[in-house]
């Protein structure tokens, strides 16, 4: 796979697990990873909470935008990464490209519910979830990886990361 890998996060509102996703694969690889996000319907907002998350880690994303996956046409795309939590009943959004895919379900932090304090620490526990995954994934030996090597090594990372 060329370099950086452009790794998309789609999930259905685009306000907080895939801008987290965006953000992390941009700041925490290195440069062997490009984020993008979409949603198939999208809030049309950047939940506060979510970039909250990431100022406390010190991340500065690029223009986070509540966007569908139309803005995303004429955008290169090498992976993509679905985060809806399909266990809670989402409805993940389907990418049509011949591109891989993979999916690494998450709950939705902006469910969340309870104190301020309860809130953020959903938002961190997301965080986390993903930085751990995209840690992972910025380390594979990516320019030596197929489509097919490459889906099974995110499958890989996700069930180390459920069983951990």
Not at 79 to 105: K, N, Q, Y
Not at 139 to 163: M, T
Request: hydrophobic share 45%.
């Amino acid at each position: 796979m060329p370099l950086p890998l452009h790794v998309l996060f789609l999930c259905t509102g685009n306000s907080c697990r895939s801008i987290i996703g965006e953000a992390l694969a941009t700041a925490r690889s290195e440069g062997r990873l490009r984020g993008l996000s979409a949603g198939s319907h999208p809030t049309g907002q950047v939940n506060p909470n979510a970039l909250a998350v990431l100022a406390r880690h010190d991340i500065t994303p690029e223009a986070p935008a509540s966007k569908t996956m139309d803005d995303l046409a004429g955008e290169r795309v090498d992976l993509v990464i679905s985060v809806c939590d399909a266990a809670a009943g989402e409805a993940c959004p389907l990418w049509l490209e011949p591109t891989p895919r993979v999916h690494w379900g998450l709950p939705d932090p902006a469910d969340a519910v309870g104190t301020l304090e309860e809130i953020a620490e959903a938002f961190e526990d997301t965080f986390q979830a993903l930085a751990w995954r995209v840690e992972r994934l910025a380390a594979l030996d990516l320019e030596s990886l197929d489509a097919q090597d490459l889906v099974a090594a995110c499958r890989a990372i996700h069930a180390g990361a459920e069983a951990a």
